[in-house]
């Protein structure tokens, strides 16, 4: 086999076919793997929703709908309403953003809360997927609240912070308040959406 000579010209050649097969072979990894991400992912959520609402025997994945980019489950029993699992967000994480599922009753209560993704500070952000601090929000009417509004102790609200990790707490509270202000506006008395309906609308630590 004839060795190529070492000119620029030939190294560009081989720097190129390599990254060639390199981007071939990503390529492949990528469509082999991505639907069973796509769906492990999408079974992290409907256990999710399974964990944050009282009993159900609809398929709330039928009826989701995405209002101001959080996604929403609706959920019935015989017919009537046990309330609505909802995929909410926030920036203001310690570490940027974070996701959770919040689970509201049909009053408006929450019902529970499972943190989805997270990459807050090993030992400090990370102890907000903790009973202790998460299982504060559970039974929560936000609206019965003198500021109507979640807000940990230091900023005058209801909820302890986790310690060290204000931040993360703050950021909790503005997720859940995100959800909250959704299901309010379009799932609480009066302002039901069918659900069988498909939408789109649009440090101290």
Do not use: H, W
Request: aromatic share 8%.
């Amino acid at each position: 086999m004839t060795k190529l000579d070492s000119t620029l010209r030939n190294m560009i050649l081989s720097l190129f076919f390599i990254s060639l097969v390199m981007s071939a072979a990503l390529g492949f990894v990528y469509n082999l793997t991505k639907d069973p991400i796509a769906k492990a992912i999408k079974a992290k959520e409907v256990n999710a929703v399974k964990e944050v609402l009282p009993e159900f025997d609809n398929d709330p994945t039928t009826g989701v709908v995405v209002i101001d980019n959080l996604t929403c489950y609706p959920a019935t029993k015989g017919g009537q309403s046990v309330g609505c699992a909802i995929k909410t967000f926030t920036e203001k994480g310690y570490s940027g953003r974070f996701d959770l599922m919040v689970g509201f009753l049909p009053d408006g209560k929450i019902f529970n809360i499972v943190v989805l993704e997270q990459k807050e500070t090993p030992g400090l952000g990370t102890k907000m997927k903790e009973p202790k601090f998460k299982n504060q929000f559970n039974t929560l009417d936000i609206g019965a609240l003198q500021l109507k509004e979640l807000k940990v102790k230091k900023d005058g609200g209801t909820i302890d912070a986790i310690s060290a990790a204000t931040i993360s707490s703050r950021a909790f509270c503005d997720g859940v308040q995100k959800a909250y202000n959704v299901f309010i506006k379009n799932f609480g008395s009066g302002a039901a959406i069918a659900v069988d309906s498909t939408l789109t609308k649009e440090g101290n630590q």
